[in-house]
């Protein structure tokens, strides 16, 4: 026999047995899908998206409860949208069921009293405050109108967060009116600075439940979503639960020269060497980890509903690996999941046409992958940027959190997951990492159970809308949201015990 063949044949076997190991993981990969749980709800345990509900999310979103900068926010705002909440749910502020504190000035905490003592109280977490609204134009609605239009209701907080807020308060208010009294003990917790890292609201919430001695059995906050064509290879909706959430590094850029006449500049300029800074950090991304961390999870969750390509793929993560690395890379929202993103949000300097800027500063914000830790990040920034005129300080860090559990595992994730099937029955649901953060931070210490997710759907084109133009809700969605949360309060109202033990992979 000749070479060529003979090698041929060398190499023919072990690739053929790499296909076959290919295609047996491919056709055996678990699915971790179950059906939906059947739903014995009856028209009365619906709560509809009437004239009036609208009315009260869109009058939330007139209240401009923005926070600036820890410390500096909207009290003004923040009391008049106390005062209407107190005004729009007369029944639960007017229960002996309830009992509401003001914390932090600012923040409120229910307190919803179970007739079951034995069972450790639940915790939904929203907030009341808002990012403000850039330059930006292009608008279709006034940021703070709450205008419904085209089925859409408009405005900052409609999916950030105040659909969350109003959500919940109108599920209980719709439990309350019908004369339910729950076994277990809930606690509603509404921070009102969350978009400034919530140490003024959910920080003090937080130690105050710590020196009561509370201990919950899960914490569900604001989060990801339901989620339309944004998973690649999968047609159907994904609901992800984060069960995770990424660190936080804020990193000040600062670099000094001499100022002086616009007529007679240096060669180089502070302004001039701190773009050079920001390009680098720019072309030269935090290490992909995509596959070390629990977004892995995610994957392997949907690997069955996938097209044959994807679920080739994700199937044989030991060889396709660096090509899934690839893939979640291309788009934003994937790619937030993959690495510590970099954000340059900040860049001034200068203060006149004709006068060289002596200082220029920029502000990195870097969400940090649980993979990663703090020091690593600084270490690449420092690496890459590679000049040391460019001053780098630590301005706020917070590191990746615990993971907490899910699956059959853990009953309260259970409950999250049958309460999404039970509103979305045509969705799938997959454990994820949230990609941006949440006031769960200061409630580590009540619970290993943190949850984050919000009950809306978002599709490739939404995920603008977070922070952005043209914030809003579908009316659909916010009855869905509603519906979710009453859901919730049903399932998690009674002893969550493991309830399954296997996938049943029929979906
Ligand atoms: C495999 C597909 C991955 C796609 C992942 C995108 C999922 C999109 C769903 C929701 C995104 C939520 C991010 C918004 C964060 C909101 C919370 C917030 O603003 N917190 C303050 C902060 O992070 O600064
Ligand atoms: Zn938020
Ligand atoms: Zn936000």
């Not at 109108?145 to 599920?171: C, P, W």
């Not at 049958?418 to 454990?431: C, G, N, R, T």
Request: aromatic share 8%.
């Amino acid at each position: 026999m000749s070479t060529a063949p003979k090698l041929l044949q060398w190499v023919g076997v072990p690739f053929m047995c790499l296909v076959v190991i290919v295609v047996v993981r491919t056709v055996t990969f678990p699915s971790y899908q179950t059906r939906p749980p059947p739903c014995n709800a009856t028209d009365q345990d619906f709560i509809p998206a009437t004239r009036d509900r609208l009315d009260r999310l869109a009058g939330a979103v007139t209240f401009r409860t923005i926070s600036y900068e820890p410390g500096r926010g909207t009290p003004e705002e923040l009391l008049k949208f106390i005062a209407f909440i107190g005004d729009s749910f007369p029944v639960l502020h007017s229960s002996p069921l309830v009992t509401r504190e003001v914390v932090g000035n600012f923040s409120l905490l229910y307190r919803v009293e179970g007739s079951d003592s034995s069972l450790n109280p639940g915790l939904l977490a929203a907030h009341l405050d808002v990012v403000p609204v850039t330059e930006e134009p292009g608008w279709e609605a006034e940021p703070f109108s709450g205008q419904q239009k085209d089925g859409f209701v408009y405005g900052r907080g409609t999916i950030d967060d105040k659909h969350n807020v109003m959500g919940q308060l109108e599920a209980l208010e719709f439990h309350l009116k019908r004369g339910h009294r729950p076994r277990r003990t809930l606690y509603l917790a509404y921070g009102h600075d969350e978009e400034v890292s919530g140490y003024y609201g959910a920080q003090k919430i937080g130690e105050l439940l710590e020196d009561r001695g509370v201990k919950v059995e899960f914490v569900l906050d604001e989060g990801l979503t339901v989620t339309k064509g944004l998973v690649p290879g999968v047609a159907k909706k994904v609901a992800m639960v984060g069960v995770a959430e990424k660190g936080y590094l804020t990193v000040k850029l600062s670099v000094r020269m001499k100022g002086g006449h616009g007529s007679m500049p240096e060669k180089e300029s502070a302004i001039g060497i701190l773009s050079q800074a920001v390009a680098n950090l720019e072309r030269n991304p935090q290490p992909n980890l995509w596959g070390s961390g629990p977004e892995r999870d995610l994957t392997e969750h949907l690997a069955t509903e996938m097209s044959v390509l994807h679920r080739v793929v994700t199937s044989n993560l030991w060889l396709f690996t660096p090509v899934m690395r690839w893939v979640m890379t291309q788009k934003a929202g994937t790619n937030a999941l993959s690495r510590t993103t970099t954000a340059v949000t900040r860049f001034n300097a200068g203060i006149k046409d004709n006068v060289i800027a002596p200082e220029a500063v920029a502000t990195v914000n870097h969400r940090v992958h649980p993979k990663h830790t703090i020091q690593e990040v600084l270490d690449h920034d420092v690496k890459v940027i590679n000049d040391p005129r460019v001053k780098v300080e630590v301005v706020e860090s917070l590191v990746p959190a615990p993971v907490s559990p899910s699956g059959p595992e853990s009953p309260a994730y259970l409950a999250i997951q049958e309460s999404i099937q039970q509103i979305y029955p045509d969705s799938l649901v997959a454990p994820s990492v949230m990609i941006g953060n949440t006031d769960t931070r200061h409630y580590w210490n009540l619970t290993s159970a943190i949850y984050r997710f919000s009950p809306n759907v978002m599709g490739p084109e939404d995920l603008a809308r977070f922070h952005g133009v043209n914030e809003r809700i579908s009316i659909g969605d916010y009855e869905r949201t509603m519906n979710f949360y009453f859901h919730l309060m049903l399932n998690v109202d009674r002893p969550l015990v493991v309830r399954r033990h296997e996938h049943d992979g029929d979906l």
